[in-house]
């Protein structure tokens, strides 16, 4: 199985940014050989520092949907389409930070003093709107396809910004904190993208996955995994759904509910666990 897992707010705290909770189960999930996959509006560097404290070394997805990374082992051969960088395949789908940038620059002229860009604050400032740590705001400022935007003028507002980001081609996406400007993007064409890719190089006919996520910009991947988790939080609604079969909403928030639900969909086996 593969497990497709946004971090902010589903594995990781809302506030506090702690996976404790969740460690005892991602163990025992990785012994039976479930392939847990990090899918999240974070960095590339962020993803790596992670990763190695979570202890995840499997493909992982950055920026809303915008790259798959994927490290050498990970699949049989090359994906497809995927760019060698520094020590992984990247396979991206967007254009750069830059063009989003660029981008915000024409819509300041409409919505003056209404909110702030991310490449406009300082680390300290990021530290202030995010409760990261310095060095984890400093890796969140290495973005390299889009960019979030603090709003902080009414919720009607921020819809207008949204319709007219969507006007100049952008396809925003609401995340935890921040409004995502991206392109034509999301979690769950990624999530389709690497599914597809190891049945095709495994020669699979199927492969189950499960995905979990706590926000709008989950939306997508929520949709189209075969089971989708709607992680509760405790400081905004679950994201709303289409799809009305397997799907669960936690009662615990954040890796509390990513544990109750994966320990749910898949039960410990007592019997045929080896212990290490
Ligand atoms: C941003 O992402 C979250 C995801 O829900 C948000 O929109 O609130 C990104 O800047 C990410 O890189 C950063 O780590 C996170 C910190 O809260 O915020
Ligand atoms: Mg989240
Ligand atoms: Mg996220």
Not at 102 to 109: D, R, T, V, W
């Amino acid at each position: 199985v593969l497990i497709f897992t946004d971090l902010d707010g589903t594995l990781l705290d809302h506030y506090t940014y702690s996976f404790d909770a969740a460690l005892p189960t991602i163990d025992r999930l990785q012994k039976m050989g479930a392939i847990i996959v990090p899918n999240t509006s974070k960095t590339k560097a962020e993803v790596i520092e992670l990763n190695e404290r979570i202890g995840l070394a499997g493909a992982f997805i950055i920026e809303n949907g915008a790259a798959i990374i994927i490290p050498k082992d990970f699949l049989p051969e090359k994906p497809r389409g995927a760019q060698w960088a520094s020590g992984f395949w990247v396979v991206s789908f967007a254009p750069r930070r830059s063009h989003w940038t660029g981008l915000l620059s024409k819509l300041a002229a409409d919505f003056n003093g209404e909110f702030e860009a991310f490449s406009d604050m300082d680390i300290e400032r990021i530290c202030e709107v995010t409760g990261l740590s310095k060095e984890d705001a400093s890796l969140a400022s290495q973005r390299q396809y889009g960019e979030p935007v603090l709003w902080k003028s009414s919720a009607d507002r921020q819809e207008a910004f949204i319709q007219q980001a969507k006007k100049y081609g952008a396809s925003p996406l609401i995340g935890g904190r921040f409004v995502h400007l991206c392109g034509d993007t999301n979690k769950g064409k990624a999530l389709l993208w690497l599914v597809n890719e190891y049945k095709r190089q495994h020669q699979r006919i199927s492969i189950s996955s499960i995905a979990l996520g706590d926000g709008k910009n989950d939306i997508a991947m929520l949709e189209v995994a075969g089971t989708a988790v709607r992680i509760a939080s405790p400081a905004h609604e679950p994201p709303q759904l289409t799809r009305e079969t397997r799907v669960i909403t936690t009662k615990g928030y954040g890796p509390v509910g990513w544990t109750e639900a994966l320990d749910q969909l898949v039960p410990p086996i007592h019997n045929t666990i080896k212990e290490n």
